[in-house]
């Protein structure tokens, strides 16, 4: 019981606070310094590409042993009806926006951390940005002297698997095509609209998405789905719909595994892009992490989930940055299908039945 109040407790003030990604996270990385007292800490200070403030934390003790990762942001507060930061308890269910992914979960590693004796090292990675760019991860992997000294042998990136265990994802190359026009008002015939310019991209990328279902070659049967995510967004900013738009951006985001080269479609979307005289750029997070079944971590996990098979995910996680400090298994408590829904709602008991296995496993590690 006490380990429940403790987990609840931390899990519903998280959740109390905003902390979207297009916002500061200030003030949920004040709350969970505050939690780590008993740990030595580095904060690293960064501004996102607009320039607001961001924080993350770097928690230990000792060194050489296993790190548990999570991340302070959330998604958009889109669809909600509720207060999206009430963190209401109704029985066992903690709702609000983040009580799956991943705040509920961290609040689980940071109990499973505090519980273990100052023998066994422990170490905590809390990043910003997850849900948008990695940087608080990237951060991290490449600016930490703490996590560096530390020297993690294994990292669980707590996101909600239901405590199955996660081996490997999928990582994400993010496209930006900008079709320019001639704005003007749209009943006068002198202006241009950048739609009709940006149309024959789009229709090649359809055929490329197309492709993407259909072909073999570009797809992974070790994952559900085996293709990959191919999904465009279509921005006109703001343009009112009596003016000839000036300026029209398609993001795609497309997912792809460890096993296949994206090159091919890098290539196809530039080849698009160049014939149809659409300005693209592109950025990308890390290479996609993937670890064998008999991978001592994740094998260790498995066994203290009754031998649960692991399993790859069609998603992403810090894990694609966080790999270049060690091994990363994805692993942790909730439904991932509760993720991103305006209803989104954690057990507090299956949070507080994470703490013992994710604590069992840091002195697996510890003792090699």
């Excluded at 990604?21 to 580095?42: C, G, T």
């Excluded at 993350?56 to 909600?80: E, I, K, N, Q, Y």
């Excluded at 694609?320 to 991932?336: K, M, N, R, T």
Aim: aromatic share 4%; net charge negative.
């Amino acid at each position: 019981m006490e380990t429940l109040a403790a987990v609840s407790t931390l899990a519903q003030d998280l959740v109390r606070i905003d902390s979207r990604s297009p916002i500061s996270n200030l003030a949920i990385a004040d709350r969970l310094e505050s939690e780590l007292r008993d740990f030595e800490l580095e904060r690293l200070e960064y501004k996102d590409a607009a320039g607001i403030n961001k924080s993350v934390l770097v928690a230990a003790r000792g060194t050489g042993g296993l790190a548990f990762s999570g991340h302070m942001d959330t998604v958009p507060d889109t669809g909600w009806t509720d207060d999206p930061w009430s963190g209401a308890i109704d029985g066992d269910i903690l709702r609000g926006l983040g009580s799956t992914d991943m705040k509920g979960p961290l609040a689980a590693m940071i109990a499973a951390a505090a519980a273990l004796p100052p023998s066994v090292p422990i170490a905590l990675l809390i990043s910003s940005d997850e849900e948008t760019t990695k940087q608080g991860a990237r951060m991290i992997a490449r600016s930490s002297d703490l996590a560096k000294r530390y020297a993690p042998r294994g990292i669980v990136v707590g996101e909600p698997t239901g405590m199955i265990p996660v081996r490997g994802h999928r990582s994400h190359i993010e496209f930006t095509a900008v079709a320019t026009g001639v704005q003007a008002h749209s009943s006068t015939g002198q202006g241009l609209n950048a739609n009709w310019k940006l149309l024959p991209f789009l229709l090649a990328m359809q055929r490329l998405y197309e492709r993407l279902r259909t072909d073999p070659t570009l797809q992974d049967p070790a994952y559900d789905p085996p293709f990959s995510d191919f999904n465009p967004v279509i921005d006109n900013h703001g343009t009112a719909v009596n003016v000839t738009v000036p300026k029209a951006t398609v993001r795609i985001k497309y997912r792809y595994s460890h096993s296949i080269d994206p090159a091919e479609v890098i290539e196809a979307i530039e080849h698009a892009a160049e014939e149809h005289g659409i300005e693209v750029t592109q950025s990308r997070e890390g290479l996609p992490p993937e670890l064998p079944a008999d991978h001592p971590l994740v094998a260790a996990a498995s066994a203290l989930v009754g031998n649960a098979v692991p399993r790859t995910a069609p998603f992403g996680t810090d894990a694609s940055e966080l790999q270049a400090l060690a091994p990363c298994v994805i692993w942790g408590p909730g439904d991932v299908s509760e993720a991103h829904k305006p209803t989104e709602k954690v057990s507090l008991q299956a949070l507080a039945d994470a703490v013992p296995l994710f604590a069992r496993l840091a002195e697996q590690v510890a003792s090699g």
